[in-house]
Every structure is written in C-alpha cells, then in structure tokens.
C-alpha cells in the first residue's frame, strides 16, 4: 500500500491528533494548570479549523474507501467551525460543579462523533459510510445522557440510543440487500448494478429511513423532540446543526452519485416526505411552549428546506444546500447560544418567561431577535439569501408546486419565530428574568453568530466559492 | 486608478460615522468631519480625473476603464450581478461635477443649518446622498445603476423630509417618492425585459452592438423589445429627471432645506435621467432613433410648459425649481435630437457640457436664494426688493449666474445652451425656433427674479438684512468664479458621443440670435420690475385665463390629485381593500383556524413513548415502499 495516500486523511489524522492531547491533559493534568483546560480546547480546535481552511485536493484512499475533494473539505471546515462555537457555548455550563469533574469527556466525545461524520462524508464505500456513522451516533448517546443524574437527561439517552439502533438496523439490512443485488459496496460500482426492481426499491428506503432518522424527517422525526428537550442544551444544539448538516449532506452526496439511477423515484418520495416534514413540523411548533421543543421542530422544518437542495439533486442544490447549512449554523447557534446561557443562569426555558427579556437583557434579546429573523429567512439577513438560492435550486429543476408549498409554510414559520420576539419586546412581565452578564466565551461565541447572521447574505464571495467548488460534483 | 475605489467607499464611511457615532458628536464636530471626508473625496475625484484625461486617448477614442470590479450575486452562468467602478469620460466629468457641488453645499451647509435640530443627521444624509450618487455614476451595469438609482431616492426622500415636523415637508417628500418610484417601475420593467433578450446587465457588453442584432428578432405590439425596454428606461430617468407629466414632485421637494434643493434637486440628483440616457445613448441610436425623437419633444414641450410657469411664481424657490425642469429639458432636447460621431453628435457634447455647466450655475443661484432666505425668513418675493445694498456679494454671484442662465457671453451658459440651439437647429428648423424662444423666456423670467429681489421697492423689514457668514459666500464665489470661466474648457475634447475629439465652433448666426433675444427679455424684465410698475399688472390681466392657468401650473397638480383621490383611491382601492379584508384575510384567518385545529388534533403522534415511535417509524417506511413500489 502507498503510505502517501494517508497524506489525503490530513483532516482526520489532526482531528484524532486534537482528541488524543485533549485526552492526555484531562488525565494527567492536575491542579492549577486545569483551569486552561477549556482554553486549550477551543485553542486547538481554532487551530485545527485554521490549517485546513484551504480546500483539499481531489485524492483517495484505501483502494478508493476513502475519498476527499474540494467541497468536501469545505463541508468539514463549516462543521469545524460549528464545533468551535458550540465548544465555547458549552463553557458555562460545563463549569458547574457537578459537570466541572468530568467535562474532558464532554470535548472527547464531541470530538470522536466529529470524526465520525468526518469519515461519513469522506467515504466512498457503504462499509466506511456505516462505520462513520456508528463513531458519530454511539458517543452522541452518551452526550445526549451528559447529565445523567437527570431524569430528562437519562430519557433523552435511552430514547436516542434505541431509536439510533432501530434506525440503523434498517439501513443495515438497506444496504445488505443493495449488496445483495448488485455484488458491491464501493459507491462508484453501485450504480452500474441498478435496475430499479422492487428488492432494490425497498433496500433505498431502508437506508433512507436510516438517514431520515439522523436528519429527522417525517415520519422518522418523532425522537426529535423528546431527545432535545432533554439533552443538555449544548447537546442539543450540536445534534441539530452539526449532526443533522452532515447527514442531509451526506444523504445528497449518495443519492446523487449512487441512486442517481433511480432518480425520478426518489425525487417523488422527497416530494412527500418535504411537504409532509415542512407542514407537520410547522404544525407542531406553533403550539410548543418550551423553547427547546420548539427549536427541536423549528429543526425538522428547517431540514425539510435543506431537503429542497437535495430534491434538486444539481450542482446548484449542492451549493445552496452548503450554503443553507452555513448560514443554518450560525443563525441556528445564535439562538441556541442564548437558550443556553439563559437557562444556565435562570433556569428557565419556557417561553413565557422570555416576557420582558428585552428590558433586562437588550443585547441577548437583539442577538436572539436577529438569529430568529434569519431563521425566518427575513432580508437581509444570511437567512433569506440561503433561502432564496435553496428555492431557486429546486425551481430550476421544475419543482415550482413544492417551492410554492415550501413558501406558504415560511409565512407560517414567521408566524411562530415572530411568537418569540415578541414575547421578549412587547409582552410585559413583572418579574423578569433579571439582568446578568454573560462570559466572555459566550460573548465571542455570539457575536461570531451575529456577524456571521449580518455578513454571509451580503458578502456574497462565500457563496460564489462554494458554488465554485460545486461545479466539480 | 485605484483611488476611484476611496471615491466609492469613504462617502459610505462617512455615512455610518455620522449616522451611528453623530448623536455623541457637537454639529461643529461633525460638520467638520462631514467637510473634511468630503474634501478628501473631492481631491480624490480630481486626481482621478487628471489621470484618466492625462493618460490620453488610445486608438483616438478614450477608452472606458473598468478599475474595480466584484461579483456580488451569481444567478446563472449568464446572468450575475456585478459591483464595479467604470470610469469613462461622462463619468469621470459627474465624479468631478457630483464632488465640487457636493463640497460647496457640505461648506455651505455649515453656516445654513447652523443651530439645526437634528445637524449630525443632516450631515450623515449628505453623505449617504453623495454615496448613492457616486455609486450611481459609475456603475458598471444597468442592475447596479438601478440599486443607487433606488437609493438616491431614499436619501432624497430622507432630506426633503428634514424637517419631519413641518407637515408641508413631509407630503412634499412622500410626494416626490413615490412619484419617482411610479416612474421607477418603467425603469425596473425596462431592466428586465432588457437583460431577458439580451442576458446580460452590463453597459460595456451591452453596447457592444451584438447584443441588440440577437435581440432584435423579438417584437411587440409592432415596435422591438429592445426598443419597449428603451422606452420604459426612459420612463425611469424621466421621473428622476421631472420631465412632463411626472414633473410635479420637484416643485414640492424644495420644502426640503435650501443647500439640500442645491445639491439634489438642481445639480446632481434631476440630471440623473439625462445621464442614463446619456450612458445607454449608443444604444438609443442602434435600436430605437425613433425614441430619441420623442426623448426630444418631450424636452421640448417641458421645457417650455416650465419656462411659462416660471414667469408667473412668485415664491423664488418654485421659479427656480421650474426654471430648474425647463433647463433639464433643453439637455433632454440635445440628446434627442444627436446623432452618433462627428458633427452629428453635437447634441451629446452639448446635453453633456449644459449638464456640467448647470451644475454649477443652478447650485449658485439655489445657494444665494439660501443666503437670502436665511436673513430674510421668507420665500416670498414681495418679501424681498432693495437687497443689493445689504447683500453685495449674494447680489453679484446672483447677478453672474443669471447672465449664465440667460446665454449672455462670456458666462458659461452661453457656451452649452447655444451649442444645444445649433443642434436644435440642425435637427429642424422649428425645434431650433422654439428652443430659442424657451431661451428668451429664461432670460425674462431670471431677470424677473433678480430684479425682484435686488431692486424695486423694499419690503417693510423687522430688522435689517445683512450679508450671510463667510461660509456661505465662500462656495458662492467659487462657484461664481467657474460659472465665469467654465464655458472656455475645449469641453469637446473630453465628452463626445464616439469618444473622438471634436472641436467646437461657434455659429455666428445662432450666437447672435439668442444673444439678441435674450437681451430683448431682459431689456423687458427691467422696463416691468426695475421699479414699480403698473405694466406686469396689466399684462396679467390681459392675458387673464392664462396667467391663472400658468400661476397653478395649468393644473396639472389638480388633474393628479383628482385622478388618485377620486379614480384610484375612491373606485378602484376601495373594492381592492374589500377584497383584502375579506377575502385574503378570510383565508389567511381560515389557515391559521385551519392549522391550530390540526396542531391540536395531532398532538397524539408525539406521545413521548418509544415503543409508538419505532412503531410508527416502521409503518412509515413500509408505506413508503408500498407507495414507491406499487404506485
């Protein structure tokens, strides 16, 4: 074998590099000197994100197991950056006292499901592909279950472990019956081997239910909400930027090389499952009243516009969907990252509590006001422009009906996003949540959100660059 | 040429500084600021200019130059939306026009608005008003030019509602909104009809002449698209430009503040609509010549509907708002009635040279109709009379821009409006006669005005008038000094419709006739108002039904407000606004009943039981393959 090639894994050989210092400090570090702990962390990780900046090389690995490319590098450094937020949002709450002991694993295991995605995206072969995705769901299981000596905490565990099992379960027997019927799991070989026959059918939906699960569609969703409203609010907001962008990724990049034989069938599922995922999504979180189950559909909803790139299933969906990602972390981490240090400091997440929040809190409230407002996908905020080009993807595919749909149900969106700003602006409360500073963690994490909510639509260099790389699909 | 970059972005800078930092700032702070960018961004724009006319022709012609260029939105591969600078002769002459004006107004402003409510406001307007401006000029493409063409508006709609108080200023400045705004939909319709044959937005590509033969296939209602497109671009520059019937919110904007009507609504903002016609002027000529014919009577007949309404105002703002719509059509009229390269292209150098030498007289009279309205405290001209004693240095620069304006040499004015009868000429004898005329009644009425104002019987005066600040007679004299000296700049060795030099010469016999004319109208104007007279009294009652059609602007404000009010608000809106009251929020009511219903009834699927969920996950999945497999 050619040790040259393992020079394509640079990415993931520095990540593992990251993880194992991270580890070797939380073990023999002691005393003082452990105050640093969380520094070095999103040091290292600023670091990691840093070098690999610039896109890799087209190259491969292991007999073409392994592959990377331009775009692909582009995708793991948004998910870098990601990490880097949530890394310093979890800070705070990291630092209680009965977190404080343990919260080296809290950076391992992030890390370990990162690399796990990391070998998702980058596979070229199903076995690499399963295996990727095992390393990315089991050490989230864990994370979710973070604060174990918590009931919601432990639920959300079990309910994640088990439904994750189910799902890949049914993706495993997917994709044994694709190798079944076409004798190979390297995803260049596949499409040669497919005919579209029943069997074949049924082995798609298999492994997209599987995928479905991680990206929760309906109907693989109903997890969703149970799991963020109990996990660890850092978890939470790890599961649904992170963890859900790689995946609808992922599902595009194999739907588009490996099934693109079977195209037309699978655009029609999309089609229900996008309309289905977006309504019922939007549906239910008009009624949440806890801000953590509200941003758990708000999530679903969001996936089912992501999926409006994959449906397009062109270069320009794969840009858009980057791009919608993008934009996704930042406004999605605004909105987290002030949840957070709310809840970290008052305890509350319900929405009433947020009555009058702009008296006390005026720059957290503009933060959350502006992340909800790209959310929504209101001009000129990034949101509107990573909409608009998502939209204009699937219309050019002809997909005018589902992109009419898609925009009925943003109007309905505005309806429940605006529920919050007004909460914090115009409904008045006697006893609001009282005024406190945040750490400087915070501050940087969301100021980073806030200018990359303010920045990403204007400049539009970033989306013409990944468009740019796109091409090459 | 990279400083042409600093021209575009400073303004900008200037804009938030004051915008954002102004309320922490004394005025005098940021008056200064505001001055000193500006000054900066005018050497900037004087360097800019010096090098590009001092690099020289290459192959004869002066060569555009793109220095800044920026892909801001890719649609398609085709169709993108670009920012960039392009510097070719009219824009590098607008550069050096927008910045001088925009200088003496930011110097005069100074001393005008002392004491202002709201000065550090006032000054981050300017600023914004010169970005967009700028930005406007030298755009790259027609999208770009439209984005500052918008934003022009904004911060004219912005200024002219300065005083946010006074009711007057506030419907003045809706007023001029969206009328231009009506006007700017034709644009916008233009734009796309225009990028849509010819897929692309970018002038140098548009004008490269292939464009229009792969276009010109298309057809509708018997005309070309390109030309429908053409025509609806027009439509836009005339409603920045008060051409006839979409004149009447410049007469209103000057409710704004007086250096604010110098700067916007008498030298840069108006003479947009020419300059776009000027830019896409190549165009013009290659697909519809039989629009600039009708650019040129519309020049025309406002020029002289305005000229007549001059005549009769008696309020000096209004007279040289009108006076203001009547010149900017006499450069209307040059450009339609041009032809392409050579002596035929006269009318293009002329429009260009009157928009230059315009600038700068108009700004004058605007900023010493300031200085008087700022010791005397009222519009009015009965209010004035006698003021040359109080005023000398108001009353000369005065004096001097009112020769301009009338065509008397050695002043500026003579020279472009003279080379615009010739052209007139050219084109048809009776365009040239009437264009004379419309000269001759400038004269009369400019004189009408000075006379007014500087002589005749003084008005009973509370206090004393006395001579404006320093800062406000400084700009005044400078722009006396180029109002004197501008019309010997060999102006046809920068601007040209091929970009080739051509020589100017003066016609004997045009030169002399408009003279003659315009000295008869003053000789006029002097007999009537040198000192009180019964004769304009007279005169008025002679012409009875005509003098009070033309004092309410024969009405055409009345036709408008009675088309809106009584057709489109009383007919037409109110069976729309049923409409929306019942039907469209009936629906949007029905879906949010719609929708909580649902939500309510759904709730049941989330029952937060595992065993449900990987229940209904498998259904899920089954069904889907029994829907992909059997339908």
Not at chain 2, 377 to 382: K, Q
Not at chain 2, 475 to 493: D, K, M, Q, R, S
Not at chain 2, 535 to 556: D, S, V
Request: charged residues 10%; hydrophobic residues 55%.
């Amino acid at each position: 074998m050619d040790f040259g090639n393992l020079l394509y894994l640079k990415e993931e050989i520095s990540l593992i590099l990251v993880m194992v210092l991270l580890l070797l400090f939380d073990l023999f570090c002691t005393g003082k000197i452990r105050r640093y702990f969380q520094l070095t962390a999103c040091v290292l990780m600023a670091v990691h994100t840093l070098i690999h900046l610039d896109p890799m090389p087209d190259g491969q690995a292991f007999g073409g197991m392994y592959i990377n490319s331009p775009i692909l590098s582009v995708v793991k450094t948004i998910l870098n950056v990601g990490t880097l937020i949530i890394f310093m949002q979890a800070r705070n709450w990291l630092s209680r006292e009965s977190t404080s002991i343990k919260r080296g694993e809290f950076y391992v295991l992030t890390l370990s499901t990162l690399l796990g995605m990391y070998f998702m995206i980058s596979s070229g072969n199903f076995l690499l592909f399963f295996i990727g995705l095992e390393t990315a769901s089991v050490p989230m299981a864990a994370l979710v279950a973070f604060d174990k000596y918590k009931h919601n905490s432990a639920e959300a565990g079990a309910k994640y472990i088990l439904s994750a099992v189910f799902a890949s379960g049914l993706m495993l027997y997917g994709i044994s019956l694709i190798y079944g019927t076409t004798g190979t799991l390297y995803f260049e070989d596949i499409p040669a081997g497919i005919d579209g026959c029943p069997l074949q059918i049924m082995a798609f939906v298999f492994f997209f239910a599987g995928m479905g699960f991680k990206i929760s569609l309906v109907p693989f969703h109903l997890w969703t909400a149970d799991v963020y409203e109990g996990a660890p609010t850092s978890v939470t907001s790890y599961l649904s930027v992170i963890s859900k962008g790689s995946a609808v990724f992922v599902l595009m990049m194999i739907l588009v090389k490996v099934f693109a034989p079977i195209v037309e069938q699978w655009q029609m599922m999309l089609y229900g499952l996008i309309v289905l995922t977006i309504s019922i999504a939007n549906l239910f979180a008009i009624r949440q009243q806890n801000l953590k189950r509200f941003m758990a559909f708000s999530s679903i909803s969001q996936a089912g516009y992501l999926m409006l790139g994959v449906i397009a299933g062109s270069a320009q969906g794969m840009s858009a969907l980057v791009y919608y990602v993008l934009v996704y972390l930042f406004s999605n981490l605004g909105v987290f990252g002030v949840i957070s240090i709310i809840e970290q400091r008052s305890g509350k997440v319900r929405m009433e509590d947020y009555n009058g929040l702009y008296r006390t809190n005026p720059r957290l409230s503009i933060v959350m006001m502006l992340s909800l407002f790209s959310l929504a996908g209101i001009p000129p905020f990034a949101g509107f422009f990573s909409k608009f080009f998502i939209f204009m993807s699937a219309a050019g595919e002809g997909f005018y009906l589902l992109v009419l749909l898609a925009l009925v149900n943003t109007i309905l969106s505005l309806y429940y996003y605006l529920l919050i700003v007004k909460a914090m602006f115009i409904n008045s409360n006697e006893s609001p949540i009282a005024t406190f500073r945040s750490d400087n963690y915070t501050r940087v994490s969301l100021i980073a959100c806030l200018l990359g909510v303010l920045a990403l639509g204007i400049f539009s260099m970033i989306y013409d660059r990944i468009s740019l790389l796109a091409f090459g699909l | 040429m990279e400083s042409a970059v600093l021209i575009f972005v400073l303004p900008m800078l200037m804009f938030m500084l004051l915008g954002i930092g102004g309320k922490y700032m004394t005025h005098r702070t940021a008056g200064r600021l505001g001055t000193l960018g500006l000054t900066v961004i005018t050497v900037l724009a004087y360097v800019t200019a010096y090098r590009y006319f001092g690099a020289g022709r290459s192959g004869g012609v002066w060569l555009p130059q793109t220095v800044f260029h920026l892909e801001w939105l890719r649609f398609t591969e085709n169709l993108q939306i670009e920012l960039g600078i392009l510097l070719d002769p009219i824009s590098v002459m607008m550069l050096v026009v927008i910045t001088t004006v925009s200088l003496m107004v930011h110097i005069y402003s100074l001393g005008y608005m002392k004491g202002e409510r709201g000065f550090q406001r006032y000054y981050a307007f300017l600023s914004l008003f010169t970005f967009s401006m700028l930005g406007l000029v030298v755009a790259t493409n027609i999208f770009q030019m439209y984005i500052f063409w918008e934003l022009v508006g904004v911060s004219s709609y912005l200024l002219i509602g300065f005083y946010y108080t006074k009711p007057a200023a506030i419907a003045a400045s809706k007023k001029a909104f969206i009328v231009t705004r009506f006007a700017d939909l034709g644009f916008l319709i233009g734009i796309l009809l225009l990028s849509f044959y010819t897929q692309t937005f970018n002038f140098t590509e548009l004008m490269s002449g292939n464009v229009c033969a792969s276009a010109s296939g298309a057809t509708f209602l018997g005309g070309s698209v390109i030309a429908w497109a053409l025509g609806l671009i027009f439509v836009g520059g005339a409603g920045k430009s008060a051409m006839f019937p979409l004149h009447i919110w410049l007469p209103d904007a000057m409710e704004g503040p007086t250096p604010v009507s110098a700067l916007i609504h008498a030298a840069t903002m108006v003479v947009a609509g020419v300059y776009l016609v000027a830019r896409l002027f190549p165009l013009y000529i290659e697909a519809a010549p039989e629009l600039l014919v009708g650019i040129a009577i519309v020049g025309a007949f406002t020029s002289l509907y305005a000229a007549v309404v001059a005549c009769v105002q008696t309020d000096i703002k209004r007279v040289l708002a009108f006076s203001t719509i009547s010149q900017i059509g006499f450069m209307m009229v040059a450009l339609g009635v041009s032809g392409m390269g050579g002596h035929a292209g006269l009318g293009y150098v002329a429009g260009m040279f009157h928009l230059f030498t315009h600038a700068m007289f108009k700004a004058l009279l605007f900023l010493c109709a300031g200085a008087i309205i700022h010791t005397i405290g009222s519009n009015e001209m009965s209010a004035m009379g006698g003021l040359r004693k109080y005023m000398p240095v108001t009353h000369i620069t005065f004096l001097v821009a009112c020769l301009a304006i009338s065509g008397i040499p050695p002043f500026s004015g003579f020279f472009s409006k003279d080379e615009i009868l010739t052209a007139a000429f050219l084109f048809s004898p009776w365009m040239g006669v009437l264009m004379s005329g419309i000269a001759g009644l400038t004269a009369f009425y400019m004189f009408r005005l000075y006379y007014n104002i500087f002589w005749g019987a003084e008005a009973k005066r509370e206090h004393t008038p006395h001579e404006a600040p320093v800062s406000m007679t400084a700009p005044l004299l400078f722009l006396a000094f180029v109002t004197c000296f501008a019309g010997f700049i060999p102006f046809g060795n920068f601007v040209s419709s091929d970009g080739v030099e051509y020589t100017i010469h003066l016609d004997g016999k045009v030169a002399l006739s408009s003279v003659g004319l315009a000295c008869v109208a003053i000789g006029i104007a002097f007999r009537f108002y040198r000192q009180a007279s019964v004769l304009p009294a007279k005169m008025a009652t002679a012409f009875g039904g005509f003098y009070r059609a033309a004092l309410h602007r024969f009405y055409i404000d009345n036709l408008y407000l009675f088309i809106t009010k009584r057709i489109i608000f009383a007919g037409i809106s109110q069976g729309i606004a049923w409409f929306d009251r019942h039907v469209i929020d009936g629906a949007m009511n029905l879906t949010a009943t719609v929708t909580q219903k649902v939500a309510y009834c759904i709730r049941g699927l989330q029952s937060g039981q595992i065993q449900q969920y990987a229940f209904v996950f498998l259904i899920g999945t089954l069904l889907i393959v029994v829907w992909m497999v059997f339908l």
